[in-house]
Nanobody
Framework: QVQLVESGGGLVQAGGSLRLSCAAS????????MGWFRQVPEKERELAAA????????YYANSVKGRFTISRDNAKNTVYLQMSSLKPEDTAVYYC??????????????WGQGTQVTVSS
């Protein structure tokens, strides 16, 4: 019912910034909590940040707190992940995901194709 497409990934220098975007289609995302996951080969997929459907609640992994900001624009059917002070350890494929659940840590049902973020040292 929901298709998600990420964009904005690329190669950046350590300490730099990137803004990822996730455009949704098929259905409005206004009734979904949205999350950004990241994954490195042979490592567990990690929920980096999430935001409630209303935008009044957010979640951040300890590894990104203070550096990443998740936001959403329901009118544009888009979710963003602003990443600053990037570190090489942030290198991963970043996936946008959506869940109809009310809890930010609930199972995510819809997934984008991912966008590569590479942070050089």
């Amino acid at each position: 019912q929901v298709q998600l497409v990420e964009s904005g990934g690329g190669l950046v220098q350590a300490g730099g910034s990137l803004r990822l975007s996730c455009a949704a289609s098929g259905r409005t995302i206004s009734s979904y909590a949205m999350g950004w996951f990241r994954q490195v080969p042979e490592k567990e997929r990690e929920l980096a940040a999430a935001i409630s459907w209303s935008g009044d609640s957010t979640y951040y992994a300890n590894s990104v707190k203070g550096r990443f900001t998740i936001s959403r624009d329901n009118a544009k059917n888009t979710v963003y992940l602003q990443m600053s002070s990037l570190k090489p350890e942030d290198t991963a494929v970043y996936y946008c995901a959506a869940t109809p659940g009310q809890r930010l840590t609930s199972a995510y049902f819809y997934w984008g194709q991912g966008t590569q973020v590479t942070v050089s040292s």
